[in-house]
């Protein structure tokens, strides 16, 4: 009986934290274009709609690492259509539901068309983490370390990940190279979406404050405080606006165009396929 109310209980947690992440986001939106409308009134639609190429470069790498994670576990064709589809899908649920559990939902959608077992993506996602992690180790000590010690810490890590490519029955020891350039597009994509969005604010940032953003992002998007860290992520950005020299409005509405352009995209991109199939599977039921 005693776990009825555990369940309750956090399922409770579970849509205060949803909610705090919307109403945050509302609210330190609202209270950023009323303090600053000026921003929104001078920003240059052309510099930031360039943020949209990089934005869909960014999930067509998202797209190949799921790639990676099939051709790893023996999949010899697995298309692109699939890999896409689960990519959109699960990129619109952890918007929604909190602790990244939308990718656990639309597991199914490989599971159901590969030969490969949900707890192996859980474990592969993990290491996608740990290479995401290490670029922003790198970057952190690029930023704020002497030249050499960035040049030695690259190194290492080169070296260590030629090692564990080596050693045998390591857990996806097969794509680390793969793994490897997938972070630095996904890293190097990042990084030019928020350069353009904070130009096409009216404050261009130097190449070394668009990395130091980065890495903070980096960093916090591997912490899950509310779903897609939807009004954390605006939160932060204010927070460090200062240290890049640029006000405190123009970091929250950078990030919040970050989330309204990508889930805008994200959304008319799986409706466009949900379309297609749902045409597709008329056609076949017809003929």
Not at 192 to 198: D, K, P
């Amino acid at each position: 009986m005693s776990v009825l109310p555990n369940i309750a209980s956090t399922g409770l947690w579970i849509l205060l934290r949803t909610w705090t992440g919307y109403a945050l986001f509302a609210g330190i939106l609202i209270w950023a274009m009323l303090d600053a409308p000026h921003v929104l009134w001078q920003a240059d639609p052309l510099w930031l709609l360039a943020a949209v190429p990089f934005i869909l470069l960014n999930l067509l790498f998202q797209v190949i690492q799921v790639r990676i994670f099939l051709l790893d576990r023996g999949v010899m064709n697995p298309g692109w259509q699939i890999p896409v589809h689960f990519t959109l899908k699960k990129a619109i649920l952890n918007v929604v539901m909190p602790f990244r559990t939308g990718t656990l939902l639309t597991l199914r959608m490989l599971t159901n068309h590969y030969p490969v077992i949900s707890i192996d993506f859980v474990g592969f996602m993990v290491v996608a983490s740990l290479y995401s992690l290490s670029f922003s180790i790198l970057g952190a000590v690029w930023l704020f370390l002497p030249g050499v010690w960035f040049i030695s810490s690259l190194i290492l890590f080169l070296l260590l990940l030629s090692v564990v490519r080596h050693i045998p029955k390591t857990p996806f020891g097969g794509c680390v190279w793969p793994l490897f350039f997938v972070t630095i597009g996904l890293f190097a994509t990042f990084t030019a979406v928020l350069w353009f969005l904070f130009q096409g604010l009216g404050h261009a940032l130097p190449p070394r404050e668009t990395v130091t953003t980065t890495v903070i992002l980096n960093a916090l998007a591997l912490v899950n405080i509310t779903p897609g860290n939807i009004g954390i992520r605006e939160m932060v950005m204010g927070a460090i606006a200062p240290m890049l020299s640029v006000p405190i409005t123009v970091g929250i509405l950078a990030a919040a165009a970050f989330f309204s352009f990508r889930i805008a995209i994200v959304g008319l991109l799986l409706w466009g396929m949900e379309a297609k199939m749902f045409f597709s599977r008329t056609k076949d039921r017809l003929e």
